[in-house]
């Protein structure tokens, strides 16, 4: 009883939608609209959905195929070379101005720590050789382990945001 409740359910999910109805010209003159095909003379009437625009069906490709299938209206062909040449601007801005500024941040974060870093050596090494030098070298140090840290976590999302947009350009073809 369940095995035949369930191939009746999944023959009728296999089937899809019927979109097609067919009108049928019967021996008489009589005109039928039906689902099933004719049994004598008739002919197949498409069906759109209510907006008038038919679903577009997507052609199946093989892997090999270098060449896109080619539009079907001229609409399609207008948005095929819209998309081609966004992706065109997309690329150039990434080659031109997004990874070489993403490179130029990188660069110009690591010279600001460095610098900072320099400085508070420069200043630890004029601490005293006392107590109260000892305490503010002791301090100098903590505010060095705390920029090395901040340093190091802006690097990893700066290194993060030039490799995403180094990969979306070589995924686009460029940034050899």
């Given at each position: 009883?369940?095995?035949?409740v369930?191939?009746?359910?999944?023959?009728?999910?296999?089937?899809?939608?019927?979109?097609?109805?067919?009108?049928?010209?019967?021996?008489?003159?009589?005109?039928?609209?039906?689902?099933?095909?004719?049994?004598?003379?008739?002919?197949?009437?498409?069906?759109?959905?209510?907006?008038?625009?038919?679903?577009?069906?997507?052609?199946?490709?093989?892997p090999?195929?270098?060449?896109?299938?080619?539009?079907?209206?001229?609409?399609?062909r207008?948005?095929?070379?819209?998309?081609?040449?966004?992706?065109?601007?997309?690329?150039?801005?990434?080659?031109?101005?997004?990874?070489?500024?993403?490179?130029?941040?990188i660069?110009?974060?690591?010279?600001?720590?460095?610098?900072?870093?320099?400085?508070?050596?420069?200043?630890?090494?004029?601490?005293?050789?006392?107590?109260a030098?000892?305490?503010?070298?002791?301090?100098?140090?903590?505010?060095?382990?705390?920029?090395?840290?901040?340093?190091?976590?802006?690097?990893?999302?700066?290194k993060?945001?030039?490799?995403?947009?180094?990969?979306?350009?070589?995924?686009?073809?460029?940034?050899?």
């Amino acid at each position: 009883m369940y095995q035949t409740v369930f191939l009746t359910a999944l023959l009728a999910a296999l089937c899809g939608p019927a979109w097609a109805i067919n009108k049928c010209t019967g021996a008489d003159g009589k005109v039928v609209f039906q689902d099933a095909p004719c049994s004598g003379k008739g002919e197949v009437l498409r069906v759109r959905p209510g907006s008038g625009h038919e679903p577009v069906p997507q052609v199946a490709q093989s892997p090999a195929a270098d060449v896109p299938a080619k539009p079907r209206t001229e609409a399609q062909r207008i948005e095929a070379l819209i998309a081609a040449s966004q992706g065109k601007r997309r690329l150039q801005e990434l080659e031109v101005r997004l990874v070489p500024d993403a490179q130029g941040a990188i660069d110009a974060h690591r010279a600001q720590c460095d610098g900072q870093m320099k400085a508070l050596q420069v200043k630890k090494y004029s601490a005293s050789n006392n107590l109260a030098g000892a305490t503010w070298e002791g301090s100098i140090s903590g505010e060095m382990t705390a920029i090395a840290t901040r340093c190091d976590t802006r690097n990893r999302e700066l290194k993060d945001d030039y490799d995403a947009l180094r990969k979306e350009c070589q995924a686009a073809g460029g940034c050899k």
